[in-house]
């Protein structure tokens, strides 16, 4: 059994530039959820994806988007990137179907906006 | 408006000795509640979880105990390690079933020293 891997591991980018990052979820887990951890903070929720459908989304604006695939990968795509984006990005995978599951996270791509 | 506060950015204890890891809520709607351990360059981990029809759950070395009058919890590690030396995130599912949707604390750095 895999766990959830991302891509890139790190990534640097200019202010304005669009970015995507990559994530593969758990083998059998088909809800995946994006997070954003600024330095020193906790995650904060960004958006959840189940069966290829936007699921809940957090107070993120709409230049923040992703996409599931029929195998649950999912990609996070930020447009117009501004300085305050850079942060850990995570990405976490888990499988509804009881009342509470833990969710399993990656490692994190490190994203710094210069 | 941070729905899930942990008040000790860090935490410095002996080998051996207890650590208390503390977490207030503001939401009386949580009714499940989440600990996450974090190494740096390495996604959360799940350690332990509480619902709120009890007000503690074990796991070997680690007891969270929950005070829903007080809106409070707490993470017990006995004996602590050194090993254990990581940052220690409390989280709540943000609705039903949305065990992917988590509101997370700032995180406490627990440094176990030998």
């Known amino acids: 059994e895999t766990g959830v891997t991302q891509s890139p591991t790190h990534l640097i980018k200019t202010r304005g530039q669009q970015v995507t990052l990559r994530c593969s979820s758990q083998s059998g887990h088909n809800t995946v959820s994006w997070y954003q951890q600024a330095l020193g903070q906790g995650p904060q929720f960004i958006f959840q994806y189940y069966r290829e459908e936007e699921n809940g989304r957090g107070n993120f604006p709409p230049r923040f988007s992703g996409l599931q695939f029929p195998n649950y990968s999912s990609e996070l795509n930020v447009n117009a990137l501004e300085l305050d984006d850079s942060a850990l990005y995570l990405c976490?995978?888990?499988?509804?179907?009881?009342?509470?599951?833990?969710?399993?996270f990656g490692q994190g791509t490190r994203l710094t906006v210069v | 408006d941070q729905q899930v506060k942990q008040n000790s950015p860090s935490l410095s204890v002996q080998e051996g000795r207890i650590s208390i890891l503390n977490c207030d809520y503001t939401n009386s709607m949580f009714d499940y509640f989440l600990w996450y351990k974090k190494y740096p360059a390495e996604g959360p981990t799940f350690l332990i979880s509480?619902?709120?029809?009890?007000d503690k759950n074990e796991d070997g070395r680690f007891t969270v105990f929950l005070n829903k009058s007080a809106k409070h919890l707490s993470l017990h590690i006995v004996p602590s390690q050194p090993g254990d030396s990581a940052v220690y995130f409390c989280a709540a599912p943000v609705g039903h079933n949305a065990g992917n949707m988590l509101t997370f604390g700032g995180g406490t750095r627990l440094m176990v020293k030998p």
């Open positions: 976490a995978s888990s499988y509804p179907g009881t009342v509470n599951t833990e969710a399993f």
């Open positions: 509480i619902s709120s029809i009890k």
